[in-house]
């Protein structure tokens, strides 16, 4: 029989905000705006108090202020978040056998064979409180059979939570759940798929009559 496979997905949440506020706590709980200048810059991170006013990455400096006037404007540090990066790295490096990292503020971890001799669940959630006391900064994780889902019960997870889906808990999480919500899938599949919008439905329509 197959070992049951154990995918931890990591994400540090609204990363360059959250070091920007590590040096600079007076921007907690503020609209945060991490980008380029205000006539031609772009929104490269976003504090959830300005993702409330619909900003997102990749939106245009002027557009999101035009949102949120009083959002707070950082150019960033790149350095900063390089050397934030790392530390995080090597405190998953020093505690689970095998990880990849996916971006700068982002990790997938496989602990699958690790229920022979630790409760991975705990494990996981003794790194990501590990990550907080040693960093300061906030991280979600989700954890399941695989990378997709591990993601997605990382965005419920969401901010500064975790969430682990159990084996067989599957269909009845994706259920809900908007078809948006699945990584990787565009817009234009989106729209092509309508009406079909959440798992359920999709299990509705596939069903025999």
Same mark, same amino acid.
């Given at each position: 029989? /197959?070992?049951?496979?154990?995918?931890?997905?990591?994400?540090?949440?609204?990363?360059? @905000?959250?070091?920007?506020? =590590?040096?600079?706590? &007076? +921007?907690?709980?503020?609209?945060?705006?991490?980008?380029?200048?205000? /006539?031609?810059?772009?929104?490269?991170?976003?504090?959830?108090?300005?993702?409330?006013?619909?900003?997102? &990455?990749?939106?245009?400096?002027?557009?999101?202020? =035009?949102?949120?006037?009083?959002?707070?404007?950082?150019?960033?540090?790149?350095?900063?978040? &390089?050397?934030?990066? *790392?530390?995080?790295?090597?405190?998953?490096?020093?505690?689970?056998?095998?990880?990849?990292?996916?971006?700068?503020?982002?990790? %997938?971890?496989?602990?699958?064979?690790? /229920?022979?001799? %630790?409760?991975?669940?705990?494990?996981?959630?003794?790194?990501?409180?590990? @990550?907080?006391?040693?960093?300061? +900064?906030?991280?979600?994780?989700?954890?399941?059979?695989?990378?997709?889902?591990?993601?997605?019960?990382?965005?419920?997870?969401?901010?500064?939570?975790? +969430?682990?889906?159990?084996?067989?808990?599957?269909?009845?999480?994706?259920?809900?759940?908007?078809? *948006?919500?699945?990584?990787?899938?565009?817009? &234009?599949?989106?729209?092509?798929? +309508?009406?079909?919008?959440?798992?359920?439905?999709? *299990?509705?329509?596939?069903?025999?009559?």
């Amino acid at each position: 029989m /197959d070992a049951k496979r154990y995918i931890v997905h990591i994400d540090l949440d609204s990363f360059f @905000v959250s070091v920007e506020r =590590k040096f600079d706590p &007076s +921007l907690i709980g503020k609209p945060v705006i991490i980008g380029g200048s205000s /006539d031609r810059g772009v929104v490269s991170s976003a504090s959830y108090e300005a993702r409330a006013f619909g900003i997102h &990455s990749a939106m245009p400096t002027k557009q999101a202020l =035009k949102l949120c006037p009083h959002a707070v404007l950082v150019r960033g540090t790149h350095g900063r978040y &390089s050397e934030a990066s *790392r530390e995080v790295t090597q405190i998953i490096h020093h505690m689970v056998p095998l990880y990849q990292k996916s971006s700068v503020d982002e990790f %997938y971890i496989d602990l699958t064979g690790m /229920d022979r001799f %630790y409760d991975p669940y705990k494990l996981a959630t003794e790194l990501r409180q590990k @990550v907080m006391r040693d960093t300061g +900064l906030p991280i979600s994780f989700g954890m399941a059979s695989g990378k997709t889902i591990a993601k997605m019960a990382t965005n419920s997870a969401k901010p500064n939570g975790q +969430l682990w889906i159990p084996h067989g808990k599957e269909k009845e999480f994706l259920a809900p759940l908007n078809i *948006r919500k699945i990584p990787g899938l565009g817009e &234009s599949t989106c729209q092509k798929t +309508l009406p079909v919008r959440t798992g359920e439905d999709r *299990r509705s329509a596939t069903r025999e009559p």
